[in-house]
């Protein structure tokens, strides 16, 4: 079966540590996401890569890096300088057929102490 | 920017229908999609409709386009229990990469 899958599902980190999120999608697609999730706002763009080697910054890039050396695979580190890291995060992949719909992962739900 | 709005909150009785608003802002915008959150999960597209349709119907649910107004609707029919979840509106402009998500809509279903 084809699909996205995010690792792991709970993550909880000391504040101060960096902690890297995983997103693998095995549907081919060119372009991948990731967005962040708080209660009551939405969907918010952190960083988003089109090909491989190539990503660029959402609406709330600072403190976290993104890395793609592989087209199936877009891992998000949230680093220490950001600021309030405990949310939702959302990955999220497209192919660029008639519908650019996106399919999404389940997602992680990230815990600082 | 596109900005794409929703209302935050509809509580429905249960076999009702319920219909989800939407308005947004770039007449450009080519796709427009529904999708579906239930708690703790991701998003599930539901369905979407393209920018020269003006409905679609998929099983019980109806989703209605006014160009002229920029709003859509999704209507859900004979709604049940495991509607209950978060939907998102949202919208993409042709050629662009990035859609443009609602803040989401918490239906609540009750008996």
């Known amino acids: 079966d084809g699909g996205i899958t995010q690792s792991p599902k709970y993550l909880f980190r000391k504040e101060g540590q960096n902690v890297t999120l995983s997103c693998e999608q095995n549907?081919?697609?060119?372009?991948m996401y990731w967005y962040r999730q708080d209660p009551g706002q939405g969907l918010r763009l952190i960083y988003y890569s089109q090909i491989v080697n190539d990503f660029q910054k959402g609406d709330i890039a600072e403190g976290y890096s993104v890395s793609r050396e592989k087209k199936e695979s877009f891992p998000l580190t949230v680093t220490s300088a950001q600021k309030n890291p405990t949310a939702f995060y959302l990955c999220?992949?497209?192919?660029?057929?008639?519908?650019?719909?996106?399919?999404f992962g389940p997602g992680t739900r990230l815990t600082v102490l | 920017g596109e900005d794409v709005e929703q209302s935050l909150f509809l509580s429905v009785r249960e076999g009702d229908s319920s219909v989800i608003n939407c308005t947004y802002t770039?007449?450009?915008?080519?796709?427009l999609y529904w999708y579906k959150q239930e708690p703790g999960a991701g998003l599930q597209l539901l369905t979407y409709?393209?920018?020269?349709?003006d409905m679609k119907q998929d099983q019980r649910l109806t989703v209605l386009l006014n160009k002229k107004d920029k709003h859509l609707s999704l209507r859900i029919a004979d709604t049940q229990t495991g509607d209950s979840a978060i939907y998102f509106c949202a919208g993409i402009s042709g050629g662009s990469y990035i859609p443009t998500f609602g803040r989401g809509t918490s239906l609540i279903v009750h008996p």
């Open positions: 999220a992949s497209r192919l660029a057929d008639s519908s650019n719909e996106q399919f």
């Open positions: 409709i393209f920018s020269n349709m």
């Open positions: 770039d007449s450009s915008s080519t796709y």
């Open positions: 549907l081919n697609h060119d372009a």
